[in-house]
C-alpha cells in the first residue's frame, strides 16, 4: 500500500494516522483477500525483536504461552491494563499556572518568581543573579492561531523551555476529521534570520519515524504578543495518556499508601522505549533529557513525547539541556553522548523502582546502598543492571541502548520467574548453550562435587563474531582439542577470536597453564568480558575457584541478564565452599530456563550437601520429561531419595523409590546397578530400624548375616522374622524383608558380572554376589 495521498491532484503523503498530511483526508479503507491473511506456518518463522514482541506471552501469573494478550509490554511478557483514551479538549488547563516552589532562571537555574512577605511571587521578571528574563505566563491564548493553521486550544502543561499547548490543525479539521497537535515553544530571539536559521536546522526531527517516538508534523512561528518577538514552536502529535511520572506518583500499595511501580513494570517501560533511543543514536540524534515526565503510557504504547532537548550527536554549539538527578555527572565537562543518554534511562528506572529520596542531592551521582533499599537487596541483577547503567564512568556503561534493552529483558525474565516459578527461557545473542550437562553422574553416584576442570569444558562459551578473520578457521574445528590448538597456532591468524579459539582449546586439552599464558599476551582483551569469562574458566580448570568467582563476577557486572553468567557463578561458588550463594544462584537459572539441567543437578547437589533430601528431590522431578536428562535426574532423584544427610530413612521413601525406578525404562546394566545401590541401603536401613535411624553411605558396608541358629528357628517355625516392618510392603518386586532384599542384591550382581567383559571385574561382582546372599536351609 503506498502512502502518497489517492487524492487526484495532491502530492501529500499519509501520515501515521492515517490522514493526509496534505489535504488532509483520510487513507481509504483496504480490504484484504482471504488468500493475503497470514497462515499459522507463516507465523512460526516469526523472529521477535524487542521493539515488535512476539505472538506469545508469559503472563505474570504464570501462563507462559498463548496469544498476544493486549497490553502487553516488555517483549510481551508482562500485561499492563491499556490507559484509556480521553477528549483532548478535558487536558486543557483551566487556569495555567506554575507553582512557586517550581519557578527556577532557565540559566543559572536558581529560584525566581518567588513571594515575599505573603505577597505572590511575580510572573515575569528578571533573575536577581544574571538578569535572565523570566515568564511563567502562557505566551497564547486560547483561540490564537499559529502560523495560519493551528488553533490554539489552551495550555496543556510547563516545561524548561516554556508552555506546551494543545492546538486542532485547521488544515485538516476543516476537512471533516481533527488532528490535536502539540505546540511546545523552540526559540525566542528579536533576530528574524538567527530564528529561521535555527528552526531550520532543527527540521531534521520531521524525519524521525519510530513507533515510540511522538511524531514532529511541522515548524511554525509566531509573534510574541507583548513584544511583537517571533517566537518557534515545534509542532508535534498529540499522544494521550499518563506520563511515567504520573503513574509513579499515583500508584498505591495494598495498604492504599503511595508506592513505587512493580519491578516487572518499571524493567517493561525500559525495554520498550530503549529501541526508541537506539532509533534515534542510529540516526546520529542524542535525546539528552530522558525522564519519567517524558515518555507517556498512552493505550497499548510507551512513547517518547518531548524532542525538545534532542541534538545531533556532532552538534558542539547548541543549549545542553539536562534535568538533576538525572543527566550524566560528565555532561558539563564531556557534553552528551549515547553514554549520558544511557545514564538518563539507568537513573529513570531506579526513581521508579524504588522509593529514591535525595536523588537529585545526596544521591545525585550515586545508586544508595542495597542494605537501605529492600529492592536491591533482594533483585541483585537488577541492581547491577543499574550500577553499569549509571556507572560514573561513562566507558564502563552500557555501549547501546540495544544492549541495555538486551540485558534489561534478560533480568525481567530472572525477576518473573522468580516470582512465579514459571521458566521464561530465551536463546542468548552473547553466548552458547552450556556445551555438556556436568553434575548428573556426581549426583546419581553421591560424589560430594564436581570437578572444575570438567566444569570448565562443558559451560557455554561466547559466540565468535561472524565478522573476525578467524571465525571461518573455528567453524571447521573438530572436537578433538589437541587438533584444533595445531590448527589455530600454524593458521598464521592474528585476531581476537583466533585468541580466544586458542585458549578454549587448551582449555579443554587439560592446559590451563598454557592457556593463562596466551590470554595473559593479549593486551587488547583486557577490561572486556569476554578476557574475565575465559580468566573465569582457566581458574576452574586450573582447580582454583575463588580466582574463577572473582572473574566471573565481573562478568555478572556487565551482564546482569546472562543465564549463563550466573551458571558459571553458581557453580564456582559451590566449588569455592559457598553453598548459600551456589543454591541462590542455581536457582535463579533454572526457573528461568529449564534446558540448563546442569542448573538442576547442581542444585540437587548443594541442598543434599545442606542436608534438604526433599528439595533436591524436587528439583530434579522437575527436569522436563522430554529432556535427554530426564533419566538421569530420575536415577539422581531415587539416590537422593535415599540419602540420610539429615534425617533417618522411612519405609515410605524405600517403597516410593523403588516405584520411580519401576517407572524408568533403564537397560540391564543400569537397572541392575540402581538396584544394587537401593537393595544395600534398604538392607542396612532394614537391620537399624529397631535401634537407631542413622545410616551409614549409601555406598558403606553392608550389615553381617543373621546367624545360623535364628535362620533355622525362623525356618522351623519357632520364631517370628527378626523385622517389624510391614511384611506387605514390596521393594523391587520383592517383601521388605532381610532375606529377599538379600536375595535380590545377588540377582544384581550376577546380573552385572553377566554384563561384564573384563574377566577379573566380572569374577569380583560373583564374588560380591556370593557374599551377601541369603543364608538358606536346604
Known sequence: MTDACERPGCGGTYAADGYCDECGHKRPAVARPASTAPTLTALSGTVATLSRPSTTTASRTGSRTGPTRRGGLGANLVNLPPVPLRDPTTAVMADPKVPESQRFCSICGGPVGRGRKG????????????????????????????????????????????????????????????????????????????????MAERRFLVEVDHPNIVKVYDFAQHPDPKTGEPVGYIVMEYVDGKSLKSLALNHTGPDGRR???????????????????????????????????????????????????VRRIDDQTSPLWGTPGYQAPELADRGASVASDIYTVGRSLAVLS????GFSTTFADRLPHPGDVPLLAAEESYHRLLLRATDPDPERRFTSAAEFAEQSLGVLREVLSAADGAPRPAASTLFTPPRRVFGAESVVAGDPAVEGAAVAVALPVPLVDPTDPAAGLLATLGNDPAAAVAALESSGVDSVEATLGLVRALVESGDPASAAERLR??????????????????ALAADRPSDALTAFDAVYSALPGEPAVKLALAVAAELAGDRDTAIRRYLRVWRVDRTIVGAAFGLARTLLAAGDRAGAVAILDEVPDQSSQHTAAQMAAIRASLDV????????????????????????????????????????????VETSPALAPLDGALPPRRPWAEVVREFLGRTEPRSTVDPVATFLGGPLREHDLRAGLERAYRVLASLEPDEAARHALVDQANAVRPQTVL
Request: net charge negative; glycine share 10%.
Open 521 to 538: 599476551a593479549a593486551a587488547n582483551l583486557e577490561g572486556e568480558w569476554r578476557h574475565d569469562w575465559y580468566a573465569g574458566m582457566i
Open 354 to 357: 524504588f522509593d529514591f529520596g
Open 259 to 309: 508506592a513505587p511501580l512493580p519491578l516487572d513494570q518499571v524493567l517493561a517501560y525500559g525495554i520498550e522505549i530503549l529501541p526508541a533511543l537506539g532509533y534515534l543514536h542510529s540516526r546520529g540524534m542524542l535525546f539528552c533529557d530522558f525522564k519519567p515526565d517524558n515518555v507517556i503510557h498512552t493505550e497499548e504504547q510507551v512513547k517518547l513525547i518531548d524532542l525538545g532537548a
Open 119 to 198: 505577597a505572590p511571587g511575580r510572573t515575569e521578571g528578571f533573575c536577581s543573579k544574571d538578569r535572565t528574563p523570566f515568564s511563567f505566563t502562557p505566551r497564547l491564548s486560547p483561540g490564537d492561531l499559529v502560523d495560519d493553521r493551528y488553533e490554539v486550544l489552551g495550555a496543556l502543561a510547563h516545561g524548561g523551555l516554556g508552555w506546551i499547548y494543545l492546538a486542532r490543525d485547521r488544515n485538516i479539521s476543516e476537512s471533516g476529521a481533527d488532528r490535536w497537535v502539540v505546540l511546545k515553544g523552540l526559540i525566542n530571539t528579536a533576530d528574524a534570520d538567527a530564528m529561521a536559521a535555527a
Open 645 to 688: 544427610g539429615s534425617t533417618g530413612l522411612t519405609e515410605a521413601d524405600l517403597v516410593a523409590a523403588s516405584q520411580r525406578l519401576d517407572r524408568l525404562r533403564l537397560d540391564a546394566a543400569n537397572r541392575a546397578r540402581m538396584a544394587v545401590r537401593m537393595l544395600r541401603q534398604a538392607l542396612r536401613w532394614l537391620t537399624t
